[in-house]
């Protein structure tokens, strides 16, 4: 933000309004506060049968790796809508939105992801625009060294995990910012 | 948003952007695309002994209405972080935060709210400056037609009910625009 949204001044100041305990974004011509808040990425795990449905992704970051079909959530949208419009975008795919699984804050990039299980409804999909190819994995088939996200390797490998133990507890957690990894680690988490 | 906040141009116009879906706020000046992204709200479901504390609310909307303490998750912070920062600047009061409990979609106010049962860690409690007033209340005594939300009200109304059952599973719903009831109704839900 380089200039105010309410009154197009470039006077902005970063510092803590009066009754605040965190530094906004301040218009010292006419005293707007500028808030900015996390954003809420909600996607699913689309199951047919043992396989589950990923996308590789058309688009920066992470072109050409795997994803879980998953985007921002939008203003006047539930989650539920989300999900299922999300997988329906990137993997042309119709689902039945089923249980919260897991819940992973990002606070170093100021994100929330929220992902569903979910049941496909039937084998009619295919890349969208955001993705280059759309297929169905089976555990053993899984690019764990080509995940787009570490919430999305997450997201997969709690699910064949609970899937031994038989139950899918809701699982909320947090990535913090990632440390660098020996290269025979990579992919591990 | 009157102005873009990239260039100061009044140039905006509304619009669905090449390759999106939903309209949003394009500037004609610079080009600059202005995305606007539902909040989310963070809270918790203190508990000590049998009791839930509550806070009257010292500020709008719903002033001198009762509420769990919750607010607007910040960037940086993650969700575990802000259900326990809102609860001591509301409550004044220090507590463990447990399970996630409800989330619940608001999508005509774009908000999403992400409540926890959490556990008081002792009695030194106190209303905060956005509180008038702060209590523990056993179940007989929750003041129902007096809650400042529905959020809430669902929040509390399942915990009760759930305590009866002994089981906290974790619960997702969402609550569309109001719609106008009988008065004999309201607090009903």
Redesign the interface.
Known sequence: ??????????ALEFRIPD?D??ARRVCTTCGAI???????VVGCLPLWDEKVLLCKRAIEPRFGLWTLPAG??????????AAARETL?EARARVEVG??YT?I?L??I?Q?Y?MFRARMLDLDFGAG?ESLEVRLFAEDEIPWTEIAFRTITRTLRNFFLDRKLGAFP?R?S?LERRVPREPALAGAG
Chains 1, 2 share one sequence.
Request: proline share 9%.
């Open positions: 933000m380089k200039f105010c949204s309410e009154c197009g001044s470039a009754g305990t965190m500028h808030y900015q808040n996390p954003k809420v921002f959530l939008e203003n006047g949208e539930t989650i539920f809508a975008e249980p919260l819940m804050s606070p170093h100021s929330v929220v625009p809701t909320v947090a």
